[in-house]
């Protein structure tokens, strides 16, 4: 009854994860902010400004569209911009009046809306036509700050947009195939410690097989996610090529396996072979990529999705698939360990 | 170019708002749940066979040589 019920538990874990992927919907934020090239004019003031656009994603601009403020931001330095019209829910379009002097050329666009609350694009604007004196001060605005009344949402990052889903079913793949791994680690390391039986070894080949199709399924998932957000399929990276090479020399295993016909000679060399692998595993995949210059995140001094980014919302989904895809594999696995054995009691009775 | 795809078709307007994504996650979970039930159905029949396996091999071993 314990056996089936943390089975169901896995599933019904995934089963949870899978109506949060296609569910929940993403957060508001802000895309672009671009100068139009025309000149427009402010409402209530009698002078031309240089109108930019500003667009954002899944805002709510429509609504109380007069209560929408548009900041510009330099370190503490605050411009608010007037607001020429509001297109739709997701564009507007603002008048530039800065003076001619600024203090910076490169600011932050901030925007604040009673529904969607502060919107922030980092380094949204560069301005090339104004003269930078470094020292000069203005007197900030007062900025009316809302708090978001969204539902549950999942949070907005740059570039990632709606991608951010994928990290439920890309990143659960790898920890379940580490988990795997290790399974194997150390089923290796009990077989060549008890020569006369088999069994570890049945173990170690079985969680490997697994282990290879999460990894395979991590790459496939992988390479969709780096399409989205990078422009490519793979990319020259140090850690998506050691991933690839980890895969690789688990295939490897495998391969060793079917070459060796005598059954003690192929479980003790496959153990030792098998214990390299691991230690090329952690080498590849956890130590070299956070010593070189890697896009992908958690590596080389790229923030990962951790207590920086990873908010409440997504680890209520996060925390979850880990648990439920590792359950999944670890089902999958003892299914494989348990015909494997029936193969090993065939081959006793032939 | 991505933010010009995202923009013109956001998920919330084709995917949720047009009702695909019920679509797309009861597939899913279809998969999912005829996964589960091919395993436990795997796993019983393996039992089975590995039982009546042992018990060949017993009988195997106590037959007079």
Known sequence: MIQRSWKIGGLALLGYVLCMIFFVPLGPGLLEFTSTGSAGHVQDQDRKVTVYALTGFGTHWTESPDQLTVVLRHGTQLASLPLIETLDATHVLVGMDLPYTVPSKSWDVLVTHPVDGTLLLENGVFLQDRFIDEQTKWANPEIAEYPAELPFHFPYQPQILETIRNLMLHVPMWFTMFLLMGISFVASIRQLSTAHDLHQDTKAEASVQIGLLFGALGLVTGSLWARYTWGAWWVDDPQLNGALVTVLVYAGYLVLRATIQNIRLRARLSSVYNLFAFVILIILLMVLPRFSESLHPGKGGNPGFNSYDLDSSLRAVFYPAVLGWMMLGTWMYHVRLKASSIERKLRQLQ | ?65
Not at chain 2, 3 to 21: C, D, R, T, V, Y
Not at chain 2, 27 to 56: C, H, K, P, T, Y
């Open chain 2, 1 to 65: 170019m991505n933010h010009l795809f995202f923009q013109i078709n956001p998920l919330e307007g084709f995917f949720f708002g047009s009702g695909k994504a019920m679509v797309v996650a009861g597939v899913a979970i279809i998969i999912l749940i005829g996964l589960g039930l091919w395993l436990f159905r795997m796993e019983s029949r393996l039992q089975r066979l590995n039982d009546a396996l042992d018990q060949r091999l017993n009988d195997a071993q106590n037959q007079p040589s």
